[in-house]
């Protein structure tokens, strides 16, 4: 098996040491590519000293996505791993690769094991039906593709600032491009120190509108599913704003961004299939360009 491991970073020095460390532990073989965004915390000079990365790509685009193609663009390997840089692959996570690749799969992913103030907390997998199409979603933090695999649904969808691991798992779908769960493929993420990050409702409900017009166009099961997604956190906000912890004018104002991003969204994404009607549903993928990087370090040949 001929692994790259794909690890976009950004301002996360620390976490990505922690990270890389578990890398060289438990798949020392592997091919490393370190991308990193514009960061501003001396991330570049830490990769540059060690040893155990094959290669580091500086982009200027603050886009996880973008980091993601161009680590594909990058990376020599038959076989493509996602790694996020706050998680440390486990002791099992290299065999469940391997050993899933043997039995043919496309795809791979497992458990993401979260250390919070409480104990553990893990994921088991996840899938859905939409207009007749099984659905089996992933972790990007987490995530072995084929060479072949990613390539057919040409990388991640760059227009996206968020969920652009979920609209892959759409666009794999529909190409009969199978998802495996593997309980062996796990990482852990350490979460005991997470204040938590305030959500941008706006982002998020233009990220879905877009990614389900996009994939599956304007049917009536798009829309009720996102008009469900939007009550389900409406009601939430609304507990917030009763029980004191929230104000009325956050409640109205995640309100106006949810339903400004679902419009954003809708006309982007139908924009956006008209792009591209090919089933890889993807105008702003791997092919797109080739001038993500800015600078690369590379020490295979060294």
Same mark, same amino acid.
């Given at each position: 098996?001929?692994l790259?491991?794909?690890?976009p970073t950004?301002?996360?020095?620390?976490?990505?040491r !922690?990270?890389?460390?578990?890398?060289?532990?438990h798949?020392?073989?592997a091919?490393v590519v370190?991308?990193?965004g514009?960061?501003a915390d001396g991330?570049?000079?830490m990769?540059?000293?060690?040893?155990?990365?094959?290669?580091?790509v500086e982009i200027?685009d603050?886009?996880?996505?973008?980091?993601?193609?161009?680590?594909?663009?990058?990376a020599?390997?038959d076989?493509?791993?996602?790694? @996020?840089?706050?998680?440390? /692959?486990?002791a099992?996570?290299?065999?469940g690769?391997e050993q899933?690749?043997?039995?043919g799969v496309?795809?791979?992913t497992?458990?993401?094991h979260?250390?919070?103030k409480? @104990?553990m907390?893990?994921?088991t997998?996840?899938t859905r039906t939409?207009?007749?199409?099984d659905?089996t979603?992933?972790s990007?933090?987490?995530a072995?593709f084929t060479r072949?695999?990613i390539?057919?649904?040409d990388?991640?969808?760059?227009?996206?600032?968020?969920?652009? !691991?979920?609209d892959?798992?759409?666009r794999?779908?529909?190409?009969?491009?199978?998802?495996?769960?593997?309980?062996?493929?796990?990482?852990s993420?350490?979460?005991?120190d997470?204040?938590?990050?305030?959500?941008?409702?706006?982002?998020?409900y233009?990220?879905?509108?877009?990614?389900?017009?996009?994939?599956?166009?304007p049917r009536l099961t798009?829309?009720?599913?996102? /008009?469900?997604?939007?009550?389900?956190?409406?009601?939430?906000a609304?507990r917030?704003v009763?029980s004191?912890d929230?104000e009325?004018s956050f409640w !109205?104002?995640?309100?106006?961004r949810?339903c400004?991003g679902?419009a954003i969204?809708?006309k982007?994404?139908?924009?956006?299939?008209i792009?591209d009607?090919?089933?890889?549903?993807?105008?702003?993928?791997?092919s797109?360009?080739a001038n993500?990087?800015v600078?690369?370090y590379?020490w295979?040949?060294a």
């Amino acid at each position: 098996m001929n692994l790259s491991v794909v690890v976009p970073t950004l301002n996360g020095r620390d976490p990505l040491r !922690a990270s890389l460390d578990a890398l060289s532990r438990h798949a020392p073989d592997a091919e490393v590519v370190v991308v990193n965004g514009p960061s501003a915390d001396g991330t570049t000079g830490m990769v540059c000293e060690r040893d155990d990365v094959s290669a580091l790509v500086e982009i200027s685009d603050r886009n996880l996505n973008v980091a993601r193609n161009a680590g594909i663009a990058e990376a020599t390997g038959d076989i493509i791993a996602f790694v @996020g840089q706050d998680v440390a /692959i486990e002791a099992s996570w290299h065999d469940g690769v391997e050993q899933a690749i043997s039995n043919g799969v496309n795809v791979v992913t497992g458990p993401v094991h979260r250390l919070v103030k409480a @104990g553990m907390t893990t994921e088991t997998v996840e899938t859905r039906t939409i207009a007749g199409r099984d659905v089996t979603y992933f972790s990007g933090q987490n995530a072995v593709f084929t060479r072949e695999a990613i390539e057919t649904v040409d990388g991640f969808d760059e227009t996206l600032q968020t969920g652009g !691991a979920r609209d892959c798992a759409h666009r794999l779908a529909n190409l009969d491009q199978s998802v495996t769960w593997s309980p062996m493929v796990s990482v852990s993420l350490d979460e005991r120190d997470d204040e938590g990050i305030e959500r941008d409702w706006g982002v998020k409900y233009r990220s879905l509108a877009y990614r389900m017009t996009k994939n599956y166009g304007p049917r009536l099961t798009v829309f009720r599913r996102t /008009i469900q997604d939007a009550v389900a956190d409406a009601r939430e906000a609304g507990r917030d704003v009763a029980s004191g912890d929230a104000e009325p004018s956050f409640w !109205a104002s995640c309100g106006k961004r949810v339903c400004k991003g679902i419009a954003i969204g809708t006309k982007d994404g139908a924009l956006a299939r008209i792009r591209d009607r090919s089933d890889a549903r993807n105008p702003a993928g791997l092919s797109s360009r080739a001038n993500r990087a800015v600078e690369r370090y590379d020490w295979r040949d060294a």
